[in-house]
């Protein structure tokens, strides 16, 4: 069995919003069109307390994609975003929502970020979707949504190595690009065995 898994399409990496990525909002069509065809679908939701330590903003005299180490390695610093209940956090509004049979959020605890829709970013700590996925009896993945280089690639490279067959739909994902991290992001993918589609 199959699922799709659709990462983190909300209004806040969406052009217009706090972290945008570029032409974020024109694959909400072509997920919602696959999210006809998929038997299960599956959303991750970015969902930060207001206070996050990702947020620059919560680090003196740090700016926005500068790198910082944190306790589990060395971690981005990202524009606040995604702030619980915010209209930034909700999901696109014309992503179609209501196909999705499970939505999982991630990055709620304030101490460490959570890129991956499997385990925050310490890569130990799950968020229970591994065994949600194992008691659907679903083995392969697909995997569409924002941003490219973050949250998707680091979701299908710890799908693969859990175990899932995983297939990323290239066209159906927008990335952010920081000094290179779309093409990094692409060779750790392969490496990894994730098929890019
Ligand atoms: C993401 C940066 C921070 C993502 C989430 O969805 O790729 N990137 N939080
Ligand atoms: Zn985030």
């Keep these: 069995m199959t699922a799709l898994i659709v990462i983190d399409m909300q209004n806040d990496f969406c052009p217009g919003g706090a972290l945008a990525v570029a032409e974020g909002d ?20 970015d969902w930060h307390p207001a206070d996050h330590s990702s947020f620059a903003s919560q680090h003196e005299a740090q700016a926005p994609y500068e790198m910082i180490d944190m306790p589990y390695g ?57 065994g949600y996925l194992r008691t659907r009896k679903i083995s ?5 949504g924002l941003a490219t280089d973050f949250c998707v690639a680091y979701s299908a490279i710890d799908a693969a190595k859990l175990g899932f067959d995983v297939t ?7 990335g952010i690009d920081l000094d290179g991290s779309l093409e990094a992001a692409k060779a750790q993918m392969q490496d990894a065995g994730v098929s890019l589609a």
């Design 168 to 174: 990323v739909c290239m066209d159906l994902c927008r």
């Design 140 to 144: 392969s993945l697909l995997l569409a």
């Design 74 to 130: 060395p971690q981005v610093l990202w524009p606040d975003h995604c702030v619980i209940g915010s209209q930034g956090a909700a999901f696109h509004p014309e992503l179609d929502v209501n196909r999705a049979d499970m939505v999982i959020r991630k990055g709620f605890r304030r101490e460490i970020d959570s890129y991956s829709a499997f385990f925050e970013n310490d890569h130990t700590t799950p968020t229970g979707l591994e």
């Design 26 to 45: 024109s694959i909400v069509s072509g997920i919602n069109a696959l999210m006809k065809s998929s038997n299960a679908v599956i959303l991750t939701q």
